[in-house]
């Protein structure tokens, strides 16, 4: 308990002030204790008709229960709000972390466990000072000071009630101990879960055209039927500690109960303390009782922290201390000198011995079939991972010594799949420069398009994306990236499959558009369409992750090799029609 509530106060920061919350807590406890201890005085004094004695006690024991109501609602009160702070602080951090890890972490099934470490983990994380901390400690101190204050009436009596502080200590290790295990599955079932309804979400296209739009999706009914077996185990693992817990506290309780009736009935205890005790003793029942689950809860807290700090722990991409900045008589080129890639240590290469150069004001084309590496070779210029042999340079500098941030600002990227964000036409566009002002953001808008999209609609550029673009056409959430890499306005564009969702007519435009921007700039672009890279300076042609041949459009359709024959064969497949046979 007390390591995790150590790492709960470094994680919420001294802003939060967690140490005051606790002393709040204990305080509270503190003051619980003495108060029933005054009840017990206040009942010995009210039964033997002492009023005297009554009145001094019965002012004290209110005086302790205002003392008390006040230190609950302010511990309360400081609970809730470092739950708060220590929410937020985790769920930053985790963010933070995720926008750092190579892109090759994000697998299929991450986003559910990113989903449950930032919600339903973090939750759980900082609802520890809000629900757990104040009933754990009052469920201890409160008793153990009572304990203290029996010593006074009969120490024998005070030894019985002692017999607590262990009881306390057995439960505490072995309830959480026996739902470790069913916990863990819970929470990995439950990740599980998230990345099935994502999965589901995302494949509705898919489903429907399929004719799927009623019936069981197999890996979601899979990952629910796993959680619900999760469930069931954890319950079952659940009630032997209950039951271990329960059988204790009713077992100190009828230790207690014999005891004092033993010391009453022998004349070494007066009956008014007597019933005062029994009276006290059974206010500790429930809070006794409820240890195990309250251990349990702490125990679930304790992992879920530790599942967060091992997503923290994942090895980010190495940044230098002081990043260089990219050499300006070498001009923003991008070279990549016997690159070599592949996405595991152990796994096959993507990329081999690819040697490339990409000169400013002049567009590179990347050609070739699906899985031969081109989206690759423009993520590693963008440092979504690092090279595993030879080395990517922008500016005459090696990507790893500019550092991701640097990199990042010299480029301006648009992907085949499109993600805007929640907000509107103009708010996307403008994340591209925040900075920007209106008529920069206007004409970057002109030149993709995005204007003529907004006259259709009824709330114009203020119209609302919805989430992820939805609302939005494909081709249209492509006109907004581009708008958006435009703005930007970085020296380097990288466009990945940039016309694949256009219509032919808006796919020219967009061409000019683009070579307005290779003056001074150094652009690389993979397209679908081999005619709207015809007019490239420099075209690559790669195959089984390597650069097989280069050159100008009429120079590679001369040397009559694999881009010759692969112009052909896409000049075919566009020229083919639906007929009747």
């Given at each position: 308990?007390?390591?995790?509530?150590?790492?709960?106060v470094?994680?919420?920061?001294?802003?939060?002030?967690?140490?005051?919350?606790?002393?709040?807590?204990i305080?509270?406890?503190?003051?619980?204790g003495?108060?029933?201890?005054s009840?017990?005085?206040?009942?010995?004094?009210?039964?033997?008709?002492?009023?005297g004695?009554a009145?001094?006690?019965?002012?004290?024991?209110?005086?302790?229960a205002?003392?008390?109501?006040?230190?609950c609602?302010?511990?309360?009160?400081?609970?809730y709000?470092?739950?708060?702070a220590?929410?937020r602080a985790?769920?930053?951090?985790?963010?933070?972390?995720?926008?750092r890890?190579?892109l090759?972490?994000?697998?299929?099934?991450r986003?559910g466990?990113?989903?449950?470490?930032?919600?339903?983990?973090?939750?759980?994380?900082?609802?520890?000072?809000?629900h757990?901390?104040?009933?754990?400690?009052?469920?201890?101190?409160?008793?153990?000071v009572?304990?203290?204050?029996?010593?006074f009436w009969?120490?024998?009596?005070?030894?019985?009630?002692?017999?607590?502080?262990p009881l306390?200590g057995?439960?505490?290790r072995l309830?959480?101990?026996?739902?470790a295990?069913?916990?863990?599955?819970?929470?990995?079932?439950?990740?599980?879960?998230?990345?099935?309804?994502?999965?589901?979400?995302?494949?509705?296209?898919?489903?429907?055209?399929?004719?799927?739009?009623?019936?069981s999706?197999?890996p979601?009914?899979e990952?629910l039927?796993?959680?619900?077996?999760?469930?069931?185990n954890?319950?079952?693992r659940?009630?032997?500690?209950?039951?271990?817990?329960?059988?204790a506290?009713?077992?100190?309780l009828v230790?207690?109960?014999?005891?004092?009736l033993?010391?009453?009935?022998g004349?070494?205890?007066?009956?008014?303390?007597?019933?005062?005790?029994?009276?006290?003793?059974?206010?500790?029942?429930?809070?006794?009782?409820?240890?195990?689950?309250y251990?349990t809860?702490?125990?679930?807290?304790?992992?879920?922290?530790g599942r967060?700090?091992?997503?923290?722990?994942?090895?980010?991409?190495p940044?230098p201390?002081?990043?260089?900045?990219?050499?300006?008589?070498?001009g923003?080129?991008v070279?990549?000198?016997?690159?070599?890639f592949?996405?595991?240590?152990?796994?096959?290469?993507?990329?081999?011995?690819v040697?490339?150069?990409a000169?400013?004001?002049?567009?590179?084309?990347?050609v070739?079939?699906?899985?031969?590496g081109k989206?690759?070779?423009?993520?590693?210029?963008?440092?979504?991972w690092d090279?595993?042999?030879?080395?990517?340079?922008?500016?005459?500098?090696?990507?790893?010594?500019?550092?991701?941030?640097t990199?990042?600002?010299?480029?301006?990227?648009?992907?085949q799949?499109?993600?805007?964000f929640?907000?509107?036409?103009?708010?996307?566009?403008r994340?591209?420069?925040p900075?920007?002002?209106?008529?920069?953001?206007?004409?970057?808008m002109?030149?993709?398009?995005v204007?003529?999209?907004?006259?259709r609609?009824?709330?114009?550029?203020?119209?609302q994306?919805?989430?992820?673009?939805?609302?939005l056409?494909?081709?249209?959430?492509?006109?907004?990236?581009?708008?958006?890499?435009l703005l930007?306005?970085?020296?380097?564009?990288?466009?990945?499959?940039a016309?694949?969702?256009?219509?032919?007519?808006?796919?020219?435009a967009?061409?000019?558009?683009?070579?307005a921007?290779?003056?001074?700039?150094?652009?690389?672009?993979?397209a679908?369409?081999?005619?709207?890279?015809?007019?490239?300076?420099?075209?690559?042609?790669?195959?089984a992750?390597?650069?097989v041949?280069?050159?100008?459009?009429?120079?590679l359709?001369?040397a009559?090799?694999?881009?010759?024959?692969?112009?052909r064969a896409?000049?075919?497949?566009?020229?083919?029609?639906?007929g009747a046979?």
């Amino acid at each position: 308990m007390i390591r995790t509530i150590s790492a709960l106060v470094r994680l919420a920061g001294t802003g939060a002030r967690p140490r005051r919350y606790l002393v709040l807590v204990i305080a509270y406890g503190l003051a619980q204790g003495l108060a029933l201890v005054s009840l017990v005085a206040f009942i010995d004094a009210l039964v033997r008709s002492d009023w005297g004695q009554a009145r001094v006690r019965a002012v004290v024991l209110l005086a302790l229960a205002v003392v008390s109501a006040v230190l609950c609602y302010l511990q309360a009160r400081a609970g809730y709000a470092i739950s708060l702070a220590i929410m937020r602080a985790l769920q930053h951090r985790i963010g933070d972390h995720a926008a750092r890890l190579p892109l090759g972490w994000f697998g299929r099934s991450r986003p559910g466990e990113l989903v449950q470490l930032a919600t339903a983990g973090a939750e759980t994380v900082g609802s520890t000072t809000a629900h757990l901390v104040e009933p754990m400690l009052s469920a201890v101190i409160a008793p153990a000071v009572v304990v203290v204050g029996l010593v006074f009436w009969d120490w024998r009596v005070a030894l019985a009630g002692a017999v607590f502080v262990p009881l306390v200590g057995v439960i505490g290790r072995l309830v959480p101990r026996l739902n470790a295990r069913a916990d863990a599955l819970l929470d990995e079932a439950a990740s599980e879960v998230n990345g099935a309804v994502i999965d589901f979400a995302l494949d509705q296209p898919l489903l429907r055209s399929t004719g799927r739009m009623v019936g069981s999706y197999p890996p979601l009914d899979e990952a629910l039927d796993d959680y619900a077996r999760a469930h069931r185990n954890n319950l079952w693992r659940t009630l032997p500690g209950l039951l271990v817990n329960s059988v204790a506290v009713q077992a100190w309780l009828v230790l207690l109960l014999a005891v004092t009736l033993a010391q009453a009935l022998g004349g070494a205890l007066s009956v008014p303390a007597a019933i005062g005790l029994l009276v006290v003793s059974a206010r500790f029942v429930d809070p006794l009782a409820q240890l195990s689950e309250y251990a349990t809860a702490l125990r679930a807290s304790a992992d879920a922290l530790g599942r967060s700090q091992s997503f923290l722990a994942t090895p980010v991409l190495p940044e230098p201390v002081v990043p260089a900045a990219p050499d300006a008589s070498a001009g923003m080129s991008v070279v990549l000198d016997d690159v070599a890639f592949g996405y595991a240590d152990d796994g096959p290469r993507v990329l081999s011995g690819v040697d490339l150069v990409a000169r400013p004001g002049t567009m590179t084309a990347l050609v070739g079939p699906s899985g031969a590496g081109k989206t690759t070779i423009l993520r590693l210029i963008a440092r979504f991972w690092d090279v595993t042999g030879g080395s990517v340079r922008i500016g005459g500098v090696d990507v790893r010594d500019l550092g991701s941030e640097t990199v990042i600002d010299q480029v301006s990227i648009v992907f085949q799949d499109v993600y805007l964000f929640e907000g509107s036409i103009r708010d996307n566009v403008r994340q591209g420069r925040p900075g920007a002002g209106d008529e920069e953001i206007r004409r970057a808008m002109a030149a993709a398009r995005v204007l003529e999209i907004g006259e259709r609609l009824p709330d114009g550029l203020d119209t609302q994306v919805g989430e992820g673009g939805a609302r939005l056409s494909g081709g249209e959430r492509q006109r907004v990236s581009i708008a958006r890499a435009l703005l930007k306005d970085a020296p380097i564009v990288l466009l990945d499959e940039a016309t694949a969702s256009v219509d032919a007519e808006n796919e020219v435009a967009l061409v000019e558009a683009f070579r307005a921007l290779v003056r001074d700039r150094t652009v690389i672009v993979i397209a679908h369409r081999l005619e709207t890279i015809a007019g490239a300076d420099q075209i690559c042609f790669l195959e089984a992750g390597r650069v097989v041949e280069r050159g100008r459009h009429d120079e590679l359709l001369a040397a009559e090799g694999r881009y010759a024959a692969f112009w052909r064969a896409k000049t075919r497949a566009s020229s083919w029609r639906l007929g009747a046979p």
